[in-house]
């Protein structure tokens, strides 16, 4: 796989360290990681950068992750890139609720990187 | 009895399984740490201390206290950096941790994931302070070691 640029957005920047070496760890070649902490953020980032993955948190401040996959259908530099969400949240109702805004795939917190894999690499196929 | 109480007088036990389950889990994957159980009582230092508010079907606060050692070193093995590369961090690891642990519990318990939100974490340092809650439960409480290391997991859950 080629490598990628990924985009990254959860409110702690902790976690976005997390996210990152998750990836790498599951075997990912990152040409460039972003980071935005919050979905407003992440759209200003978009409107300058193209990327290829997004990870995304829900419960954000400002802009929330499901506000943020609505809103990225206006962005150029997002069509058909695929969205994991990462979170907490793992209800099976909120499952749903991400999947049907557009979400690709959705990671509970806590996670291995095995779990990470398992989410990225068929949603980065599907895009291809 | 409202709903929150009747469901912590008949799951009380079971509930405190879960909680040290769910603490037991995260720090496995995310910090790759088996905590182990005290031998008798520990003594928890609170510097640090770490909040997530639950609210609906479930109303409460969750919380994690260790010293500020354990802190640091909790923050060290999340971001996989050395001990003495840390700083800033510690703040927003250990909310994370509370948030996950707080997040775990709840979608281990039949209902509570899709009934119960999580407040953002907040993090107290500094060991002078009191707190007072509205709680009319003992609070569901697990002790356990960190690295040798004393730590509370507590949940105080409101009526």
Avoid at chain 1, 33 to 40: K, P
Avoid at chain 2, 12 to 22: F, G, V
Wanted: with cysteine.
């Amino acid at each position: 796989m080629n490598s990628l640029r990924a985009l990254i957005v959860d409110d702690s920047s902790v976690m976005r360290k997390i996210v990152e070496r998750s990836l790498r760890q599951a075997g990912l070649e990152l040409a460039q990681v972003l980071e935005a902490g919050n979905g407003a953020e992440a759209l200003a980032v978009l409107q300058g950068s193209a990327v290829d993955l997004i990870l995304c948190d829900i419960n954000m401040p400002v802009m929330d992750g499901l506000e943020f996959i609505k809103q990225l259908s206006g962005v150029e530099n997002a069509k058909g890139v695929p969205v994991i969400m990462i979170t907490t949240e793992g209800s099976e109702a909120h499952v749903v609720q991400a999947l049907s805004c557009g979400a690709r795939g959705y990671i509970r917190k806590p996670f291995t990187p095995d779990q990470v894999k398992a989410q990225v690499i068929p949603a980065l196929a599907a895009k291809a | 009895m409202n709903a929150t109480s009747a469901l912590l007088a008949t799951n009380r036990e079971r509930w405190t399984a879960t909680l040290e389950l769910a603490t037991r889990e995260v720090f496995q994957l995310m910090l790759a740490t088996e905590l182990t159980a005290p031998e008798g009582e520990a003594s928890v230092s609170q510097e640090v201390t770490s909040m997530v508010g639950m609210a609906g079907q479930l109303c409460g606060v969750m919380s994690i206290r260790c010293d500020g050692k354990a802190a640091a070193l909790m923050t060290s093995k999340m971001l996989g950096v050395e001990l003495d590369k840390v700083s800033t961090e510690i703040a927003d690891a250990l909310g994370e941790i509370c948030n996950m642990v707080a997040g775990n519990f709840k979608n281990k318990i039949t209902g509570l994931g899709e009934g119960c939100m999580l407040s953002p974490p907040t993090v107290i340092t500094g060991s002078d302070y009191q707190t007072y809650s509205l709680a009319d439960k003992p609070a569901l409480e697990v002790s356990l070691l960190f690295e040798n290391m004393p730590m509370t997991v507590s949940l105080e859950v409101h009526s």
